[in-house]
């Protein structure tokens, strides 16, 4: 029972903390890329792609949370 | 359509008497992609000597003539206000081309004198009109100041006579505010100063008439109470002396001559409206034809700047697809009495792109539009999106319901927006493979099974009988217990269905991800493999691409080796693993060096990457299953007004979850292919081919 609780808070901290740190650095990374874009629209589609390479951060710990609640089981 | 059009480097040198030939037979074949003009790139190997100067080559002599003709048309188009792409439907469903406008203007060829003096006069016509019209308008607007000044002094029943200066007597006449609290405030500061209101035509304020005395000492406090009131000084002395001596017979005389000659000149102003109105109407379609034909002719006038020239010939540097070199070598032959020299050479580092894909792959050039253009020595890698995109779109969205509904909102979008047709052809085919993963995956509108309840019903009512299942089902207590539903039938389920992977229990959606990633990148460095054997050699591909295969391979072996699982009924030591891992990793360091060790972990992430196929989907489930079980269910179960917001909830619910299932995936999508996938092998920076004619022509 506590455990099953316990499990539910390891992968809810794994993702969110997950989420956050992706969302920081999307941040920062669409700020500036937004602020090339301005200057220049053809950069849409690099600033794009510089704008979600930390998404993969965020699938880890969605990953890493799915391993964490198959402990569960 | 792997790969990009082949081109021929085309140089060409004619005299410079063909020069206007040479150029209208180029623009009508609108094949030639000019490469401009560098100085330096004629200056390299030849003797100082012998150099002869090349120079940029000078626009055709009528150039400046056709580009003031332009600006003038332009002016007109703007003060007319004649819309260009409101016209554009009419223009083309006329059909008219420029040989038919050249025919009912009778120019000859080239000749422009006629149609521009045409222009010329209209363009005369038009600003003298429009002077016409802002003189009227400064004339109307003053005869209403006038009227406005004589009503007040009519109001006032004012005389030259009174306003005239005084030894003793100074005043102020004006509009203000409260005009009557006024004149008890005047009146409170002495008894020895004359006030009078009367309303004037603005609302809200008074007109004012204060006379004082001018030795009074109290003129400060005068205009202070003025002042709190707003209080605005008008001028009536000039229109006085307009109207006589301001009786009351001269000044409704001198009102009505001004409403005369107002309502005289409102007259002749609708009149030059109107006729610039016909002029608008009667000449758009010349106008909007002529600026295309003078486009047409100024691109033509000012090419020979992107040409080179010396005193007797000129030099033309470009690229033609090989396919039509033949068709171009005969005809300026021909037009130039074979006074001309072509050199073609084929195939050439920097040579323009120019796209081959069918109709059907076409759409997804808009993804390296986007991103970059391939480069000529590179595979076009355009016809792997059209395979992969909407496949990746279809594995993470995923529902049969979803997808009906995003394939009939980018179908009614691409009938209400033309202009972003190719983005919703590709949507649409996404649409319908995220139908067919839908059925894969057993998922409608998020609902993975019904009640066996509602599947007896179905059964009897409408033939679809559903296969009942034993789950288990777990509890919020963490009991679990037997339910049995009926089960929509699928290949895959996605939320609940679980491989083992030595010895874990793995969501199975995510080992397909990580599987596709494995075959999607190592089909990346393959490609990577053709493009660099076939521009440099066999080595150089083995070492760069091949190399990261070899390292796959070695880890493969060393898990196979630890984990003691034998392959094809050998056992495999660890140490083969570790020898065929050295190899690769030598193999490596020998082709692309430190920056290649560094990036050696990258391999692995970026398969672990493609997990996202399967979670981004796993995400939007787990909100449907939320929206369907969770909050829509126990709704409806307590009926009533619940049954309302059950509903509401229900519609909200997953029009959120549509919009994130459409940004979601298509964003990942995307990403997978510029990140992980085209990093392995796509170089880009290529230029697209754009032939000089072919712009104005389409």
Known sequence: ?73 | MIRTEKMSHVVMIAPKTAKKDIISKLYELGVYHIDPYKKSDWQQGTKQTEQQDVDRGRPLQEGEQLASAIVKLRALLTTLDIQRDHNEQELNSIKIDNATIKKEHKISRGDFSELIKKLDQMYTKVLNLLEDKKEKREQIREAGEKIKLITIVKHLHLTKDLLRESQYLEHYIGSLEEGEACKRELAGISSRIACMITKSDEPGRDLAVVYFEKKSNKQQEIAEVLNKHGFNEIDLKQILDETGKGKPQHIDQFIHTLHNKMSTLTRQLHQTQMELNTIKREHSRFLLKFEELLEKETAKAEVPLQFGETQRSMIMSGWIPTQKMERVKHDLNAITDHKIHIQDQEDGKNAPIKFTNPAIVKPYEFFLHLYELPNYKELDPTWLMFITFPLFFGIMLGDVGYGLVTLTLFSILRLKMPQFKALLNIMIFSSLITILFGVGFGEYFGFEHVSVETGEVWCEKIGLCLPVHEVEMRGAGGGAEIERIADFPRLLNRAHGYVDVGGMRLLSVLVMAFLIGVVHLNLALFIGFINIWKNHSLAHALLEKASWMIIQLGAVLLVLGYGKIPLLGYGIYPLTGYIVLTAGIIMLYKGEGVQGLVELPAIFSNMLSYMRLGAVGLASVGLAVVVNEKLTLPYLEKGGWFVVLGIFVLVVGHVINIVLGVIGPFLHSLRLHYVEFFSKFYKGGGVLYSPFGQKQRE
């Open chain 1, 1 to 73: 029972m506590a455990e099953t609780g316990l499990i539910a808070i390891g992968a809810s901290i794994a993702f969110a903390a997950s989420a956050l740190a992706s969302a920081i650095a999307e941040k920062a990374i669409g700020t500036a890329a937004i602020g090339a874009m301005a200057e220049k629209e053809q950069l849409f589609g690099k600033g794009l792609i510089l704008t979600v390479i930390p998404e993969t951060i965020v699938i880890f710990g969605l990953v890493v949370a799915i391993l964490i609640i198959g402990l569960a089981g």
